[in-house]
């Protein structure tokens, strides 16, 4: 099965400022909000994200890496900031890819065990083929795939890409 390219570098680096400004119409009255990705490329999408949203928005912008087994959500999480530093603060939890929606549900279920201003999702890709119900809140893309079908995101330093195989 031949590989599709479904996004550009161009057409990502559109999406992020989309999403950024989508992230900042939601949070405006905030004084903060941690942008938490999951590791590894839904951090680095976080990171872009955050980039863009700390040129746009007055905000003061908390990065933070959320460590956890992809194939083994229920197991344990860690976060590269202590629960102090995101309680009672506005969340957004940000992956590559929406798969199951086992990652991103388990992933809030993690940052609920302390008290939360607002919590909100953001995907790159959203397959809608989840098992579980999980809506993201901020996508940069929607499709229609088959559960034989695999969304791979590269993000490298001159070159980003999202391909369909």
Do not use: W
Request: a neutral charge.
């Amino acid at each position: 099965m031949s590989a599709n390219k479904i996004l550009t570098h161009t057409e990502i680096d559109h999406k992020i400022k989309r999403i950024a400004f989508q992230i900042y119409e939601t949070f405006v009255e905030e004084e903060s909000i941690v942008i938490a990705g999951i590791a590894s490329n839904g951090y680095v999408f976080a990171e872009k994200i955050a980039r863009v949203l700390q040129t746009i928005a007055p905000l003061e912008v908390i990065l933070c890496e959320v460590k956890m087994n992809k194939q083994n959500p229920y197991s344990e999480i860690s976060t590269s900031i202590s629960k102090e530093a995101y309680q009672n603060k506005g969340i957004v939890l940000v992956d590559d890819v929406l798969n199951s929606g086992s990652t991103l549900m388990y992933g809030v279920k993690h940052f609920l065990e302390v008290p939360v201003k607002k919590f909100k999702t953001a995907v790159l890709v959203d397959r809608n083929h989840k098992k579980y119900p999980i809506k993201v809140d901020f996508k940069g893309i929607s499709l229609s795939t088959s559960s034989l079908e695999h969304v791979t995101v590269v993000f490298e330093k001159n070159d980003s890409y999202a391909v369909l195989n």
